[in-house]
């Protein structure tokens, strides 16, 4: 069974940069893992921040980056803004149409 | 600008039946990989379900006998039927498309089960 695993929580200052990673407990993430980052802030549907392990979606910013860093997937916030505050979530897939999500990190921008 | 919107939630009884849908449009739905993503109260994300362009499908080990999705390309509609529901099933089902990873969200439907 893949488990994926996230920090729960995370605080960075307002123009600070934050790198949030997305591993698993058994083996490596790669680019076949097709991984993707998530925002959502409470009572919204989640926002698509980046597919593909680097792909950014339409109109986020690009102070939101994703790729591969060591044996994980990486989310990083350069110039983070007091709007980022939320909960980002990061996917990925071991194939066969599954996918499996981490359990969420809380971001807080003070 | 695509839009999902998902419908057909509620509060049903352990045990009962619900059938979501989820209808798109301003994009073409027939070569769309779509999936269902549920999120419990409080909670974060949870995968149930996926469908392929052709049909083939595949399911989260929680749901596995369960829970049917399904797809209509003339009607631009997903469909998520939901038997032998569970209380463990709350929560709010968003529809998503997929390519290469997952794109664009629904706002979701919520889902209660509770005698």
């Known amino acids: 069974q893949t488990v994926v695993t996230q920090e729960p929580s995370f605080s960075v200052s307002p123009g600070g940069t934050v790198t949030i990673t997305c591993g698993l407990t058994s083996g490596s993430v790669s680019t076949s893992h097709f991984s993707g980052w998530f925002q959502q802030t409470p009572g919204q549907a989640p926002r698509t921040l980046i597919s593909n392990t680097n792909i950014r979606s339409s109109g986020v910013p690009d102070r939101f980056s994703g790729s591969i860093l060591g044996n994980k997937a990486a989310l990083t916030i350069t110039g983070a803004q007091t709007d980022d505050e939320s909960y980002y979530y990061c996917?990925?897939?071991?194939?066969?149409?599954?996918?499996?999500f981490g359990g969420g990190t809380k971001l807080t921008v003070l | 600008e695509v839009q999902l919107v998902e419908s057909g939630g509620g509060l049903v009884q352990p045990g009962g039946s619900l059938r979501l849908s989820c209808t798109a449009s301003e994009f073409t739905f027939s070569p769309h990989w779509m999936n269902w993503v549920r999120q419990a109260p409080g909670k974060g994300l949870v995968w149930v379900s996926h469908?392929?362009?052709?049909?083939?499908?595949t399911y989260a080990d929680s749901v596995k006998g369960r829970f049917t999705i399904s797809r209509d390309n003339a009607k631009n509609t997903l469909s998520l039927q939901m038997n032998s529901l569970r209380e463990e099933d709350t929560g709010i089902y968003f529809c998503?498309?997929?390519?290469?990873?997952?794109?664009?969200w629904g706002q979701g439907a919520l889902v209660t089960v509770s005698s």
């Open positions: 998503v498309t997929e390519n290469f990873g997952f794109q664009y």
């Open positions: 996917v990925l897939t071991p194939g066969g149409g599954i996918w499996v």
């Open positions: 469908i392929r362009n052709d049909g083939t499908t």
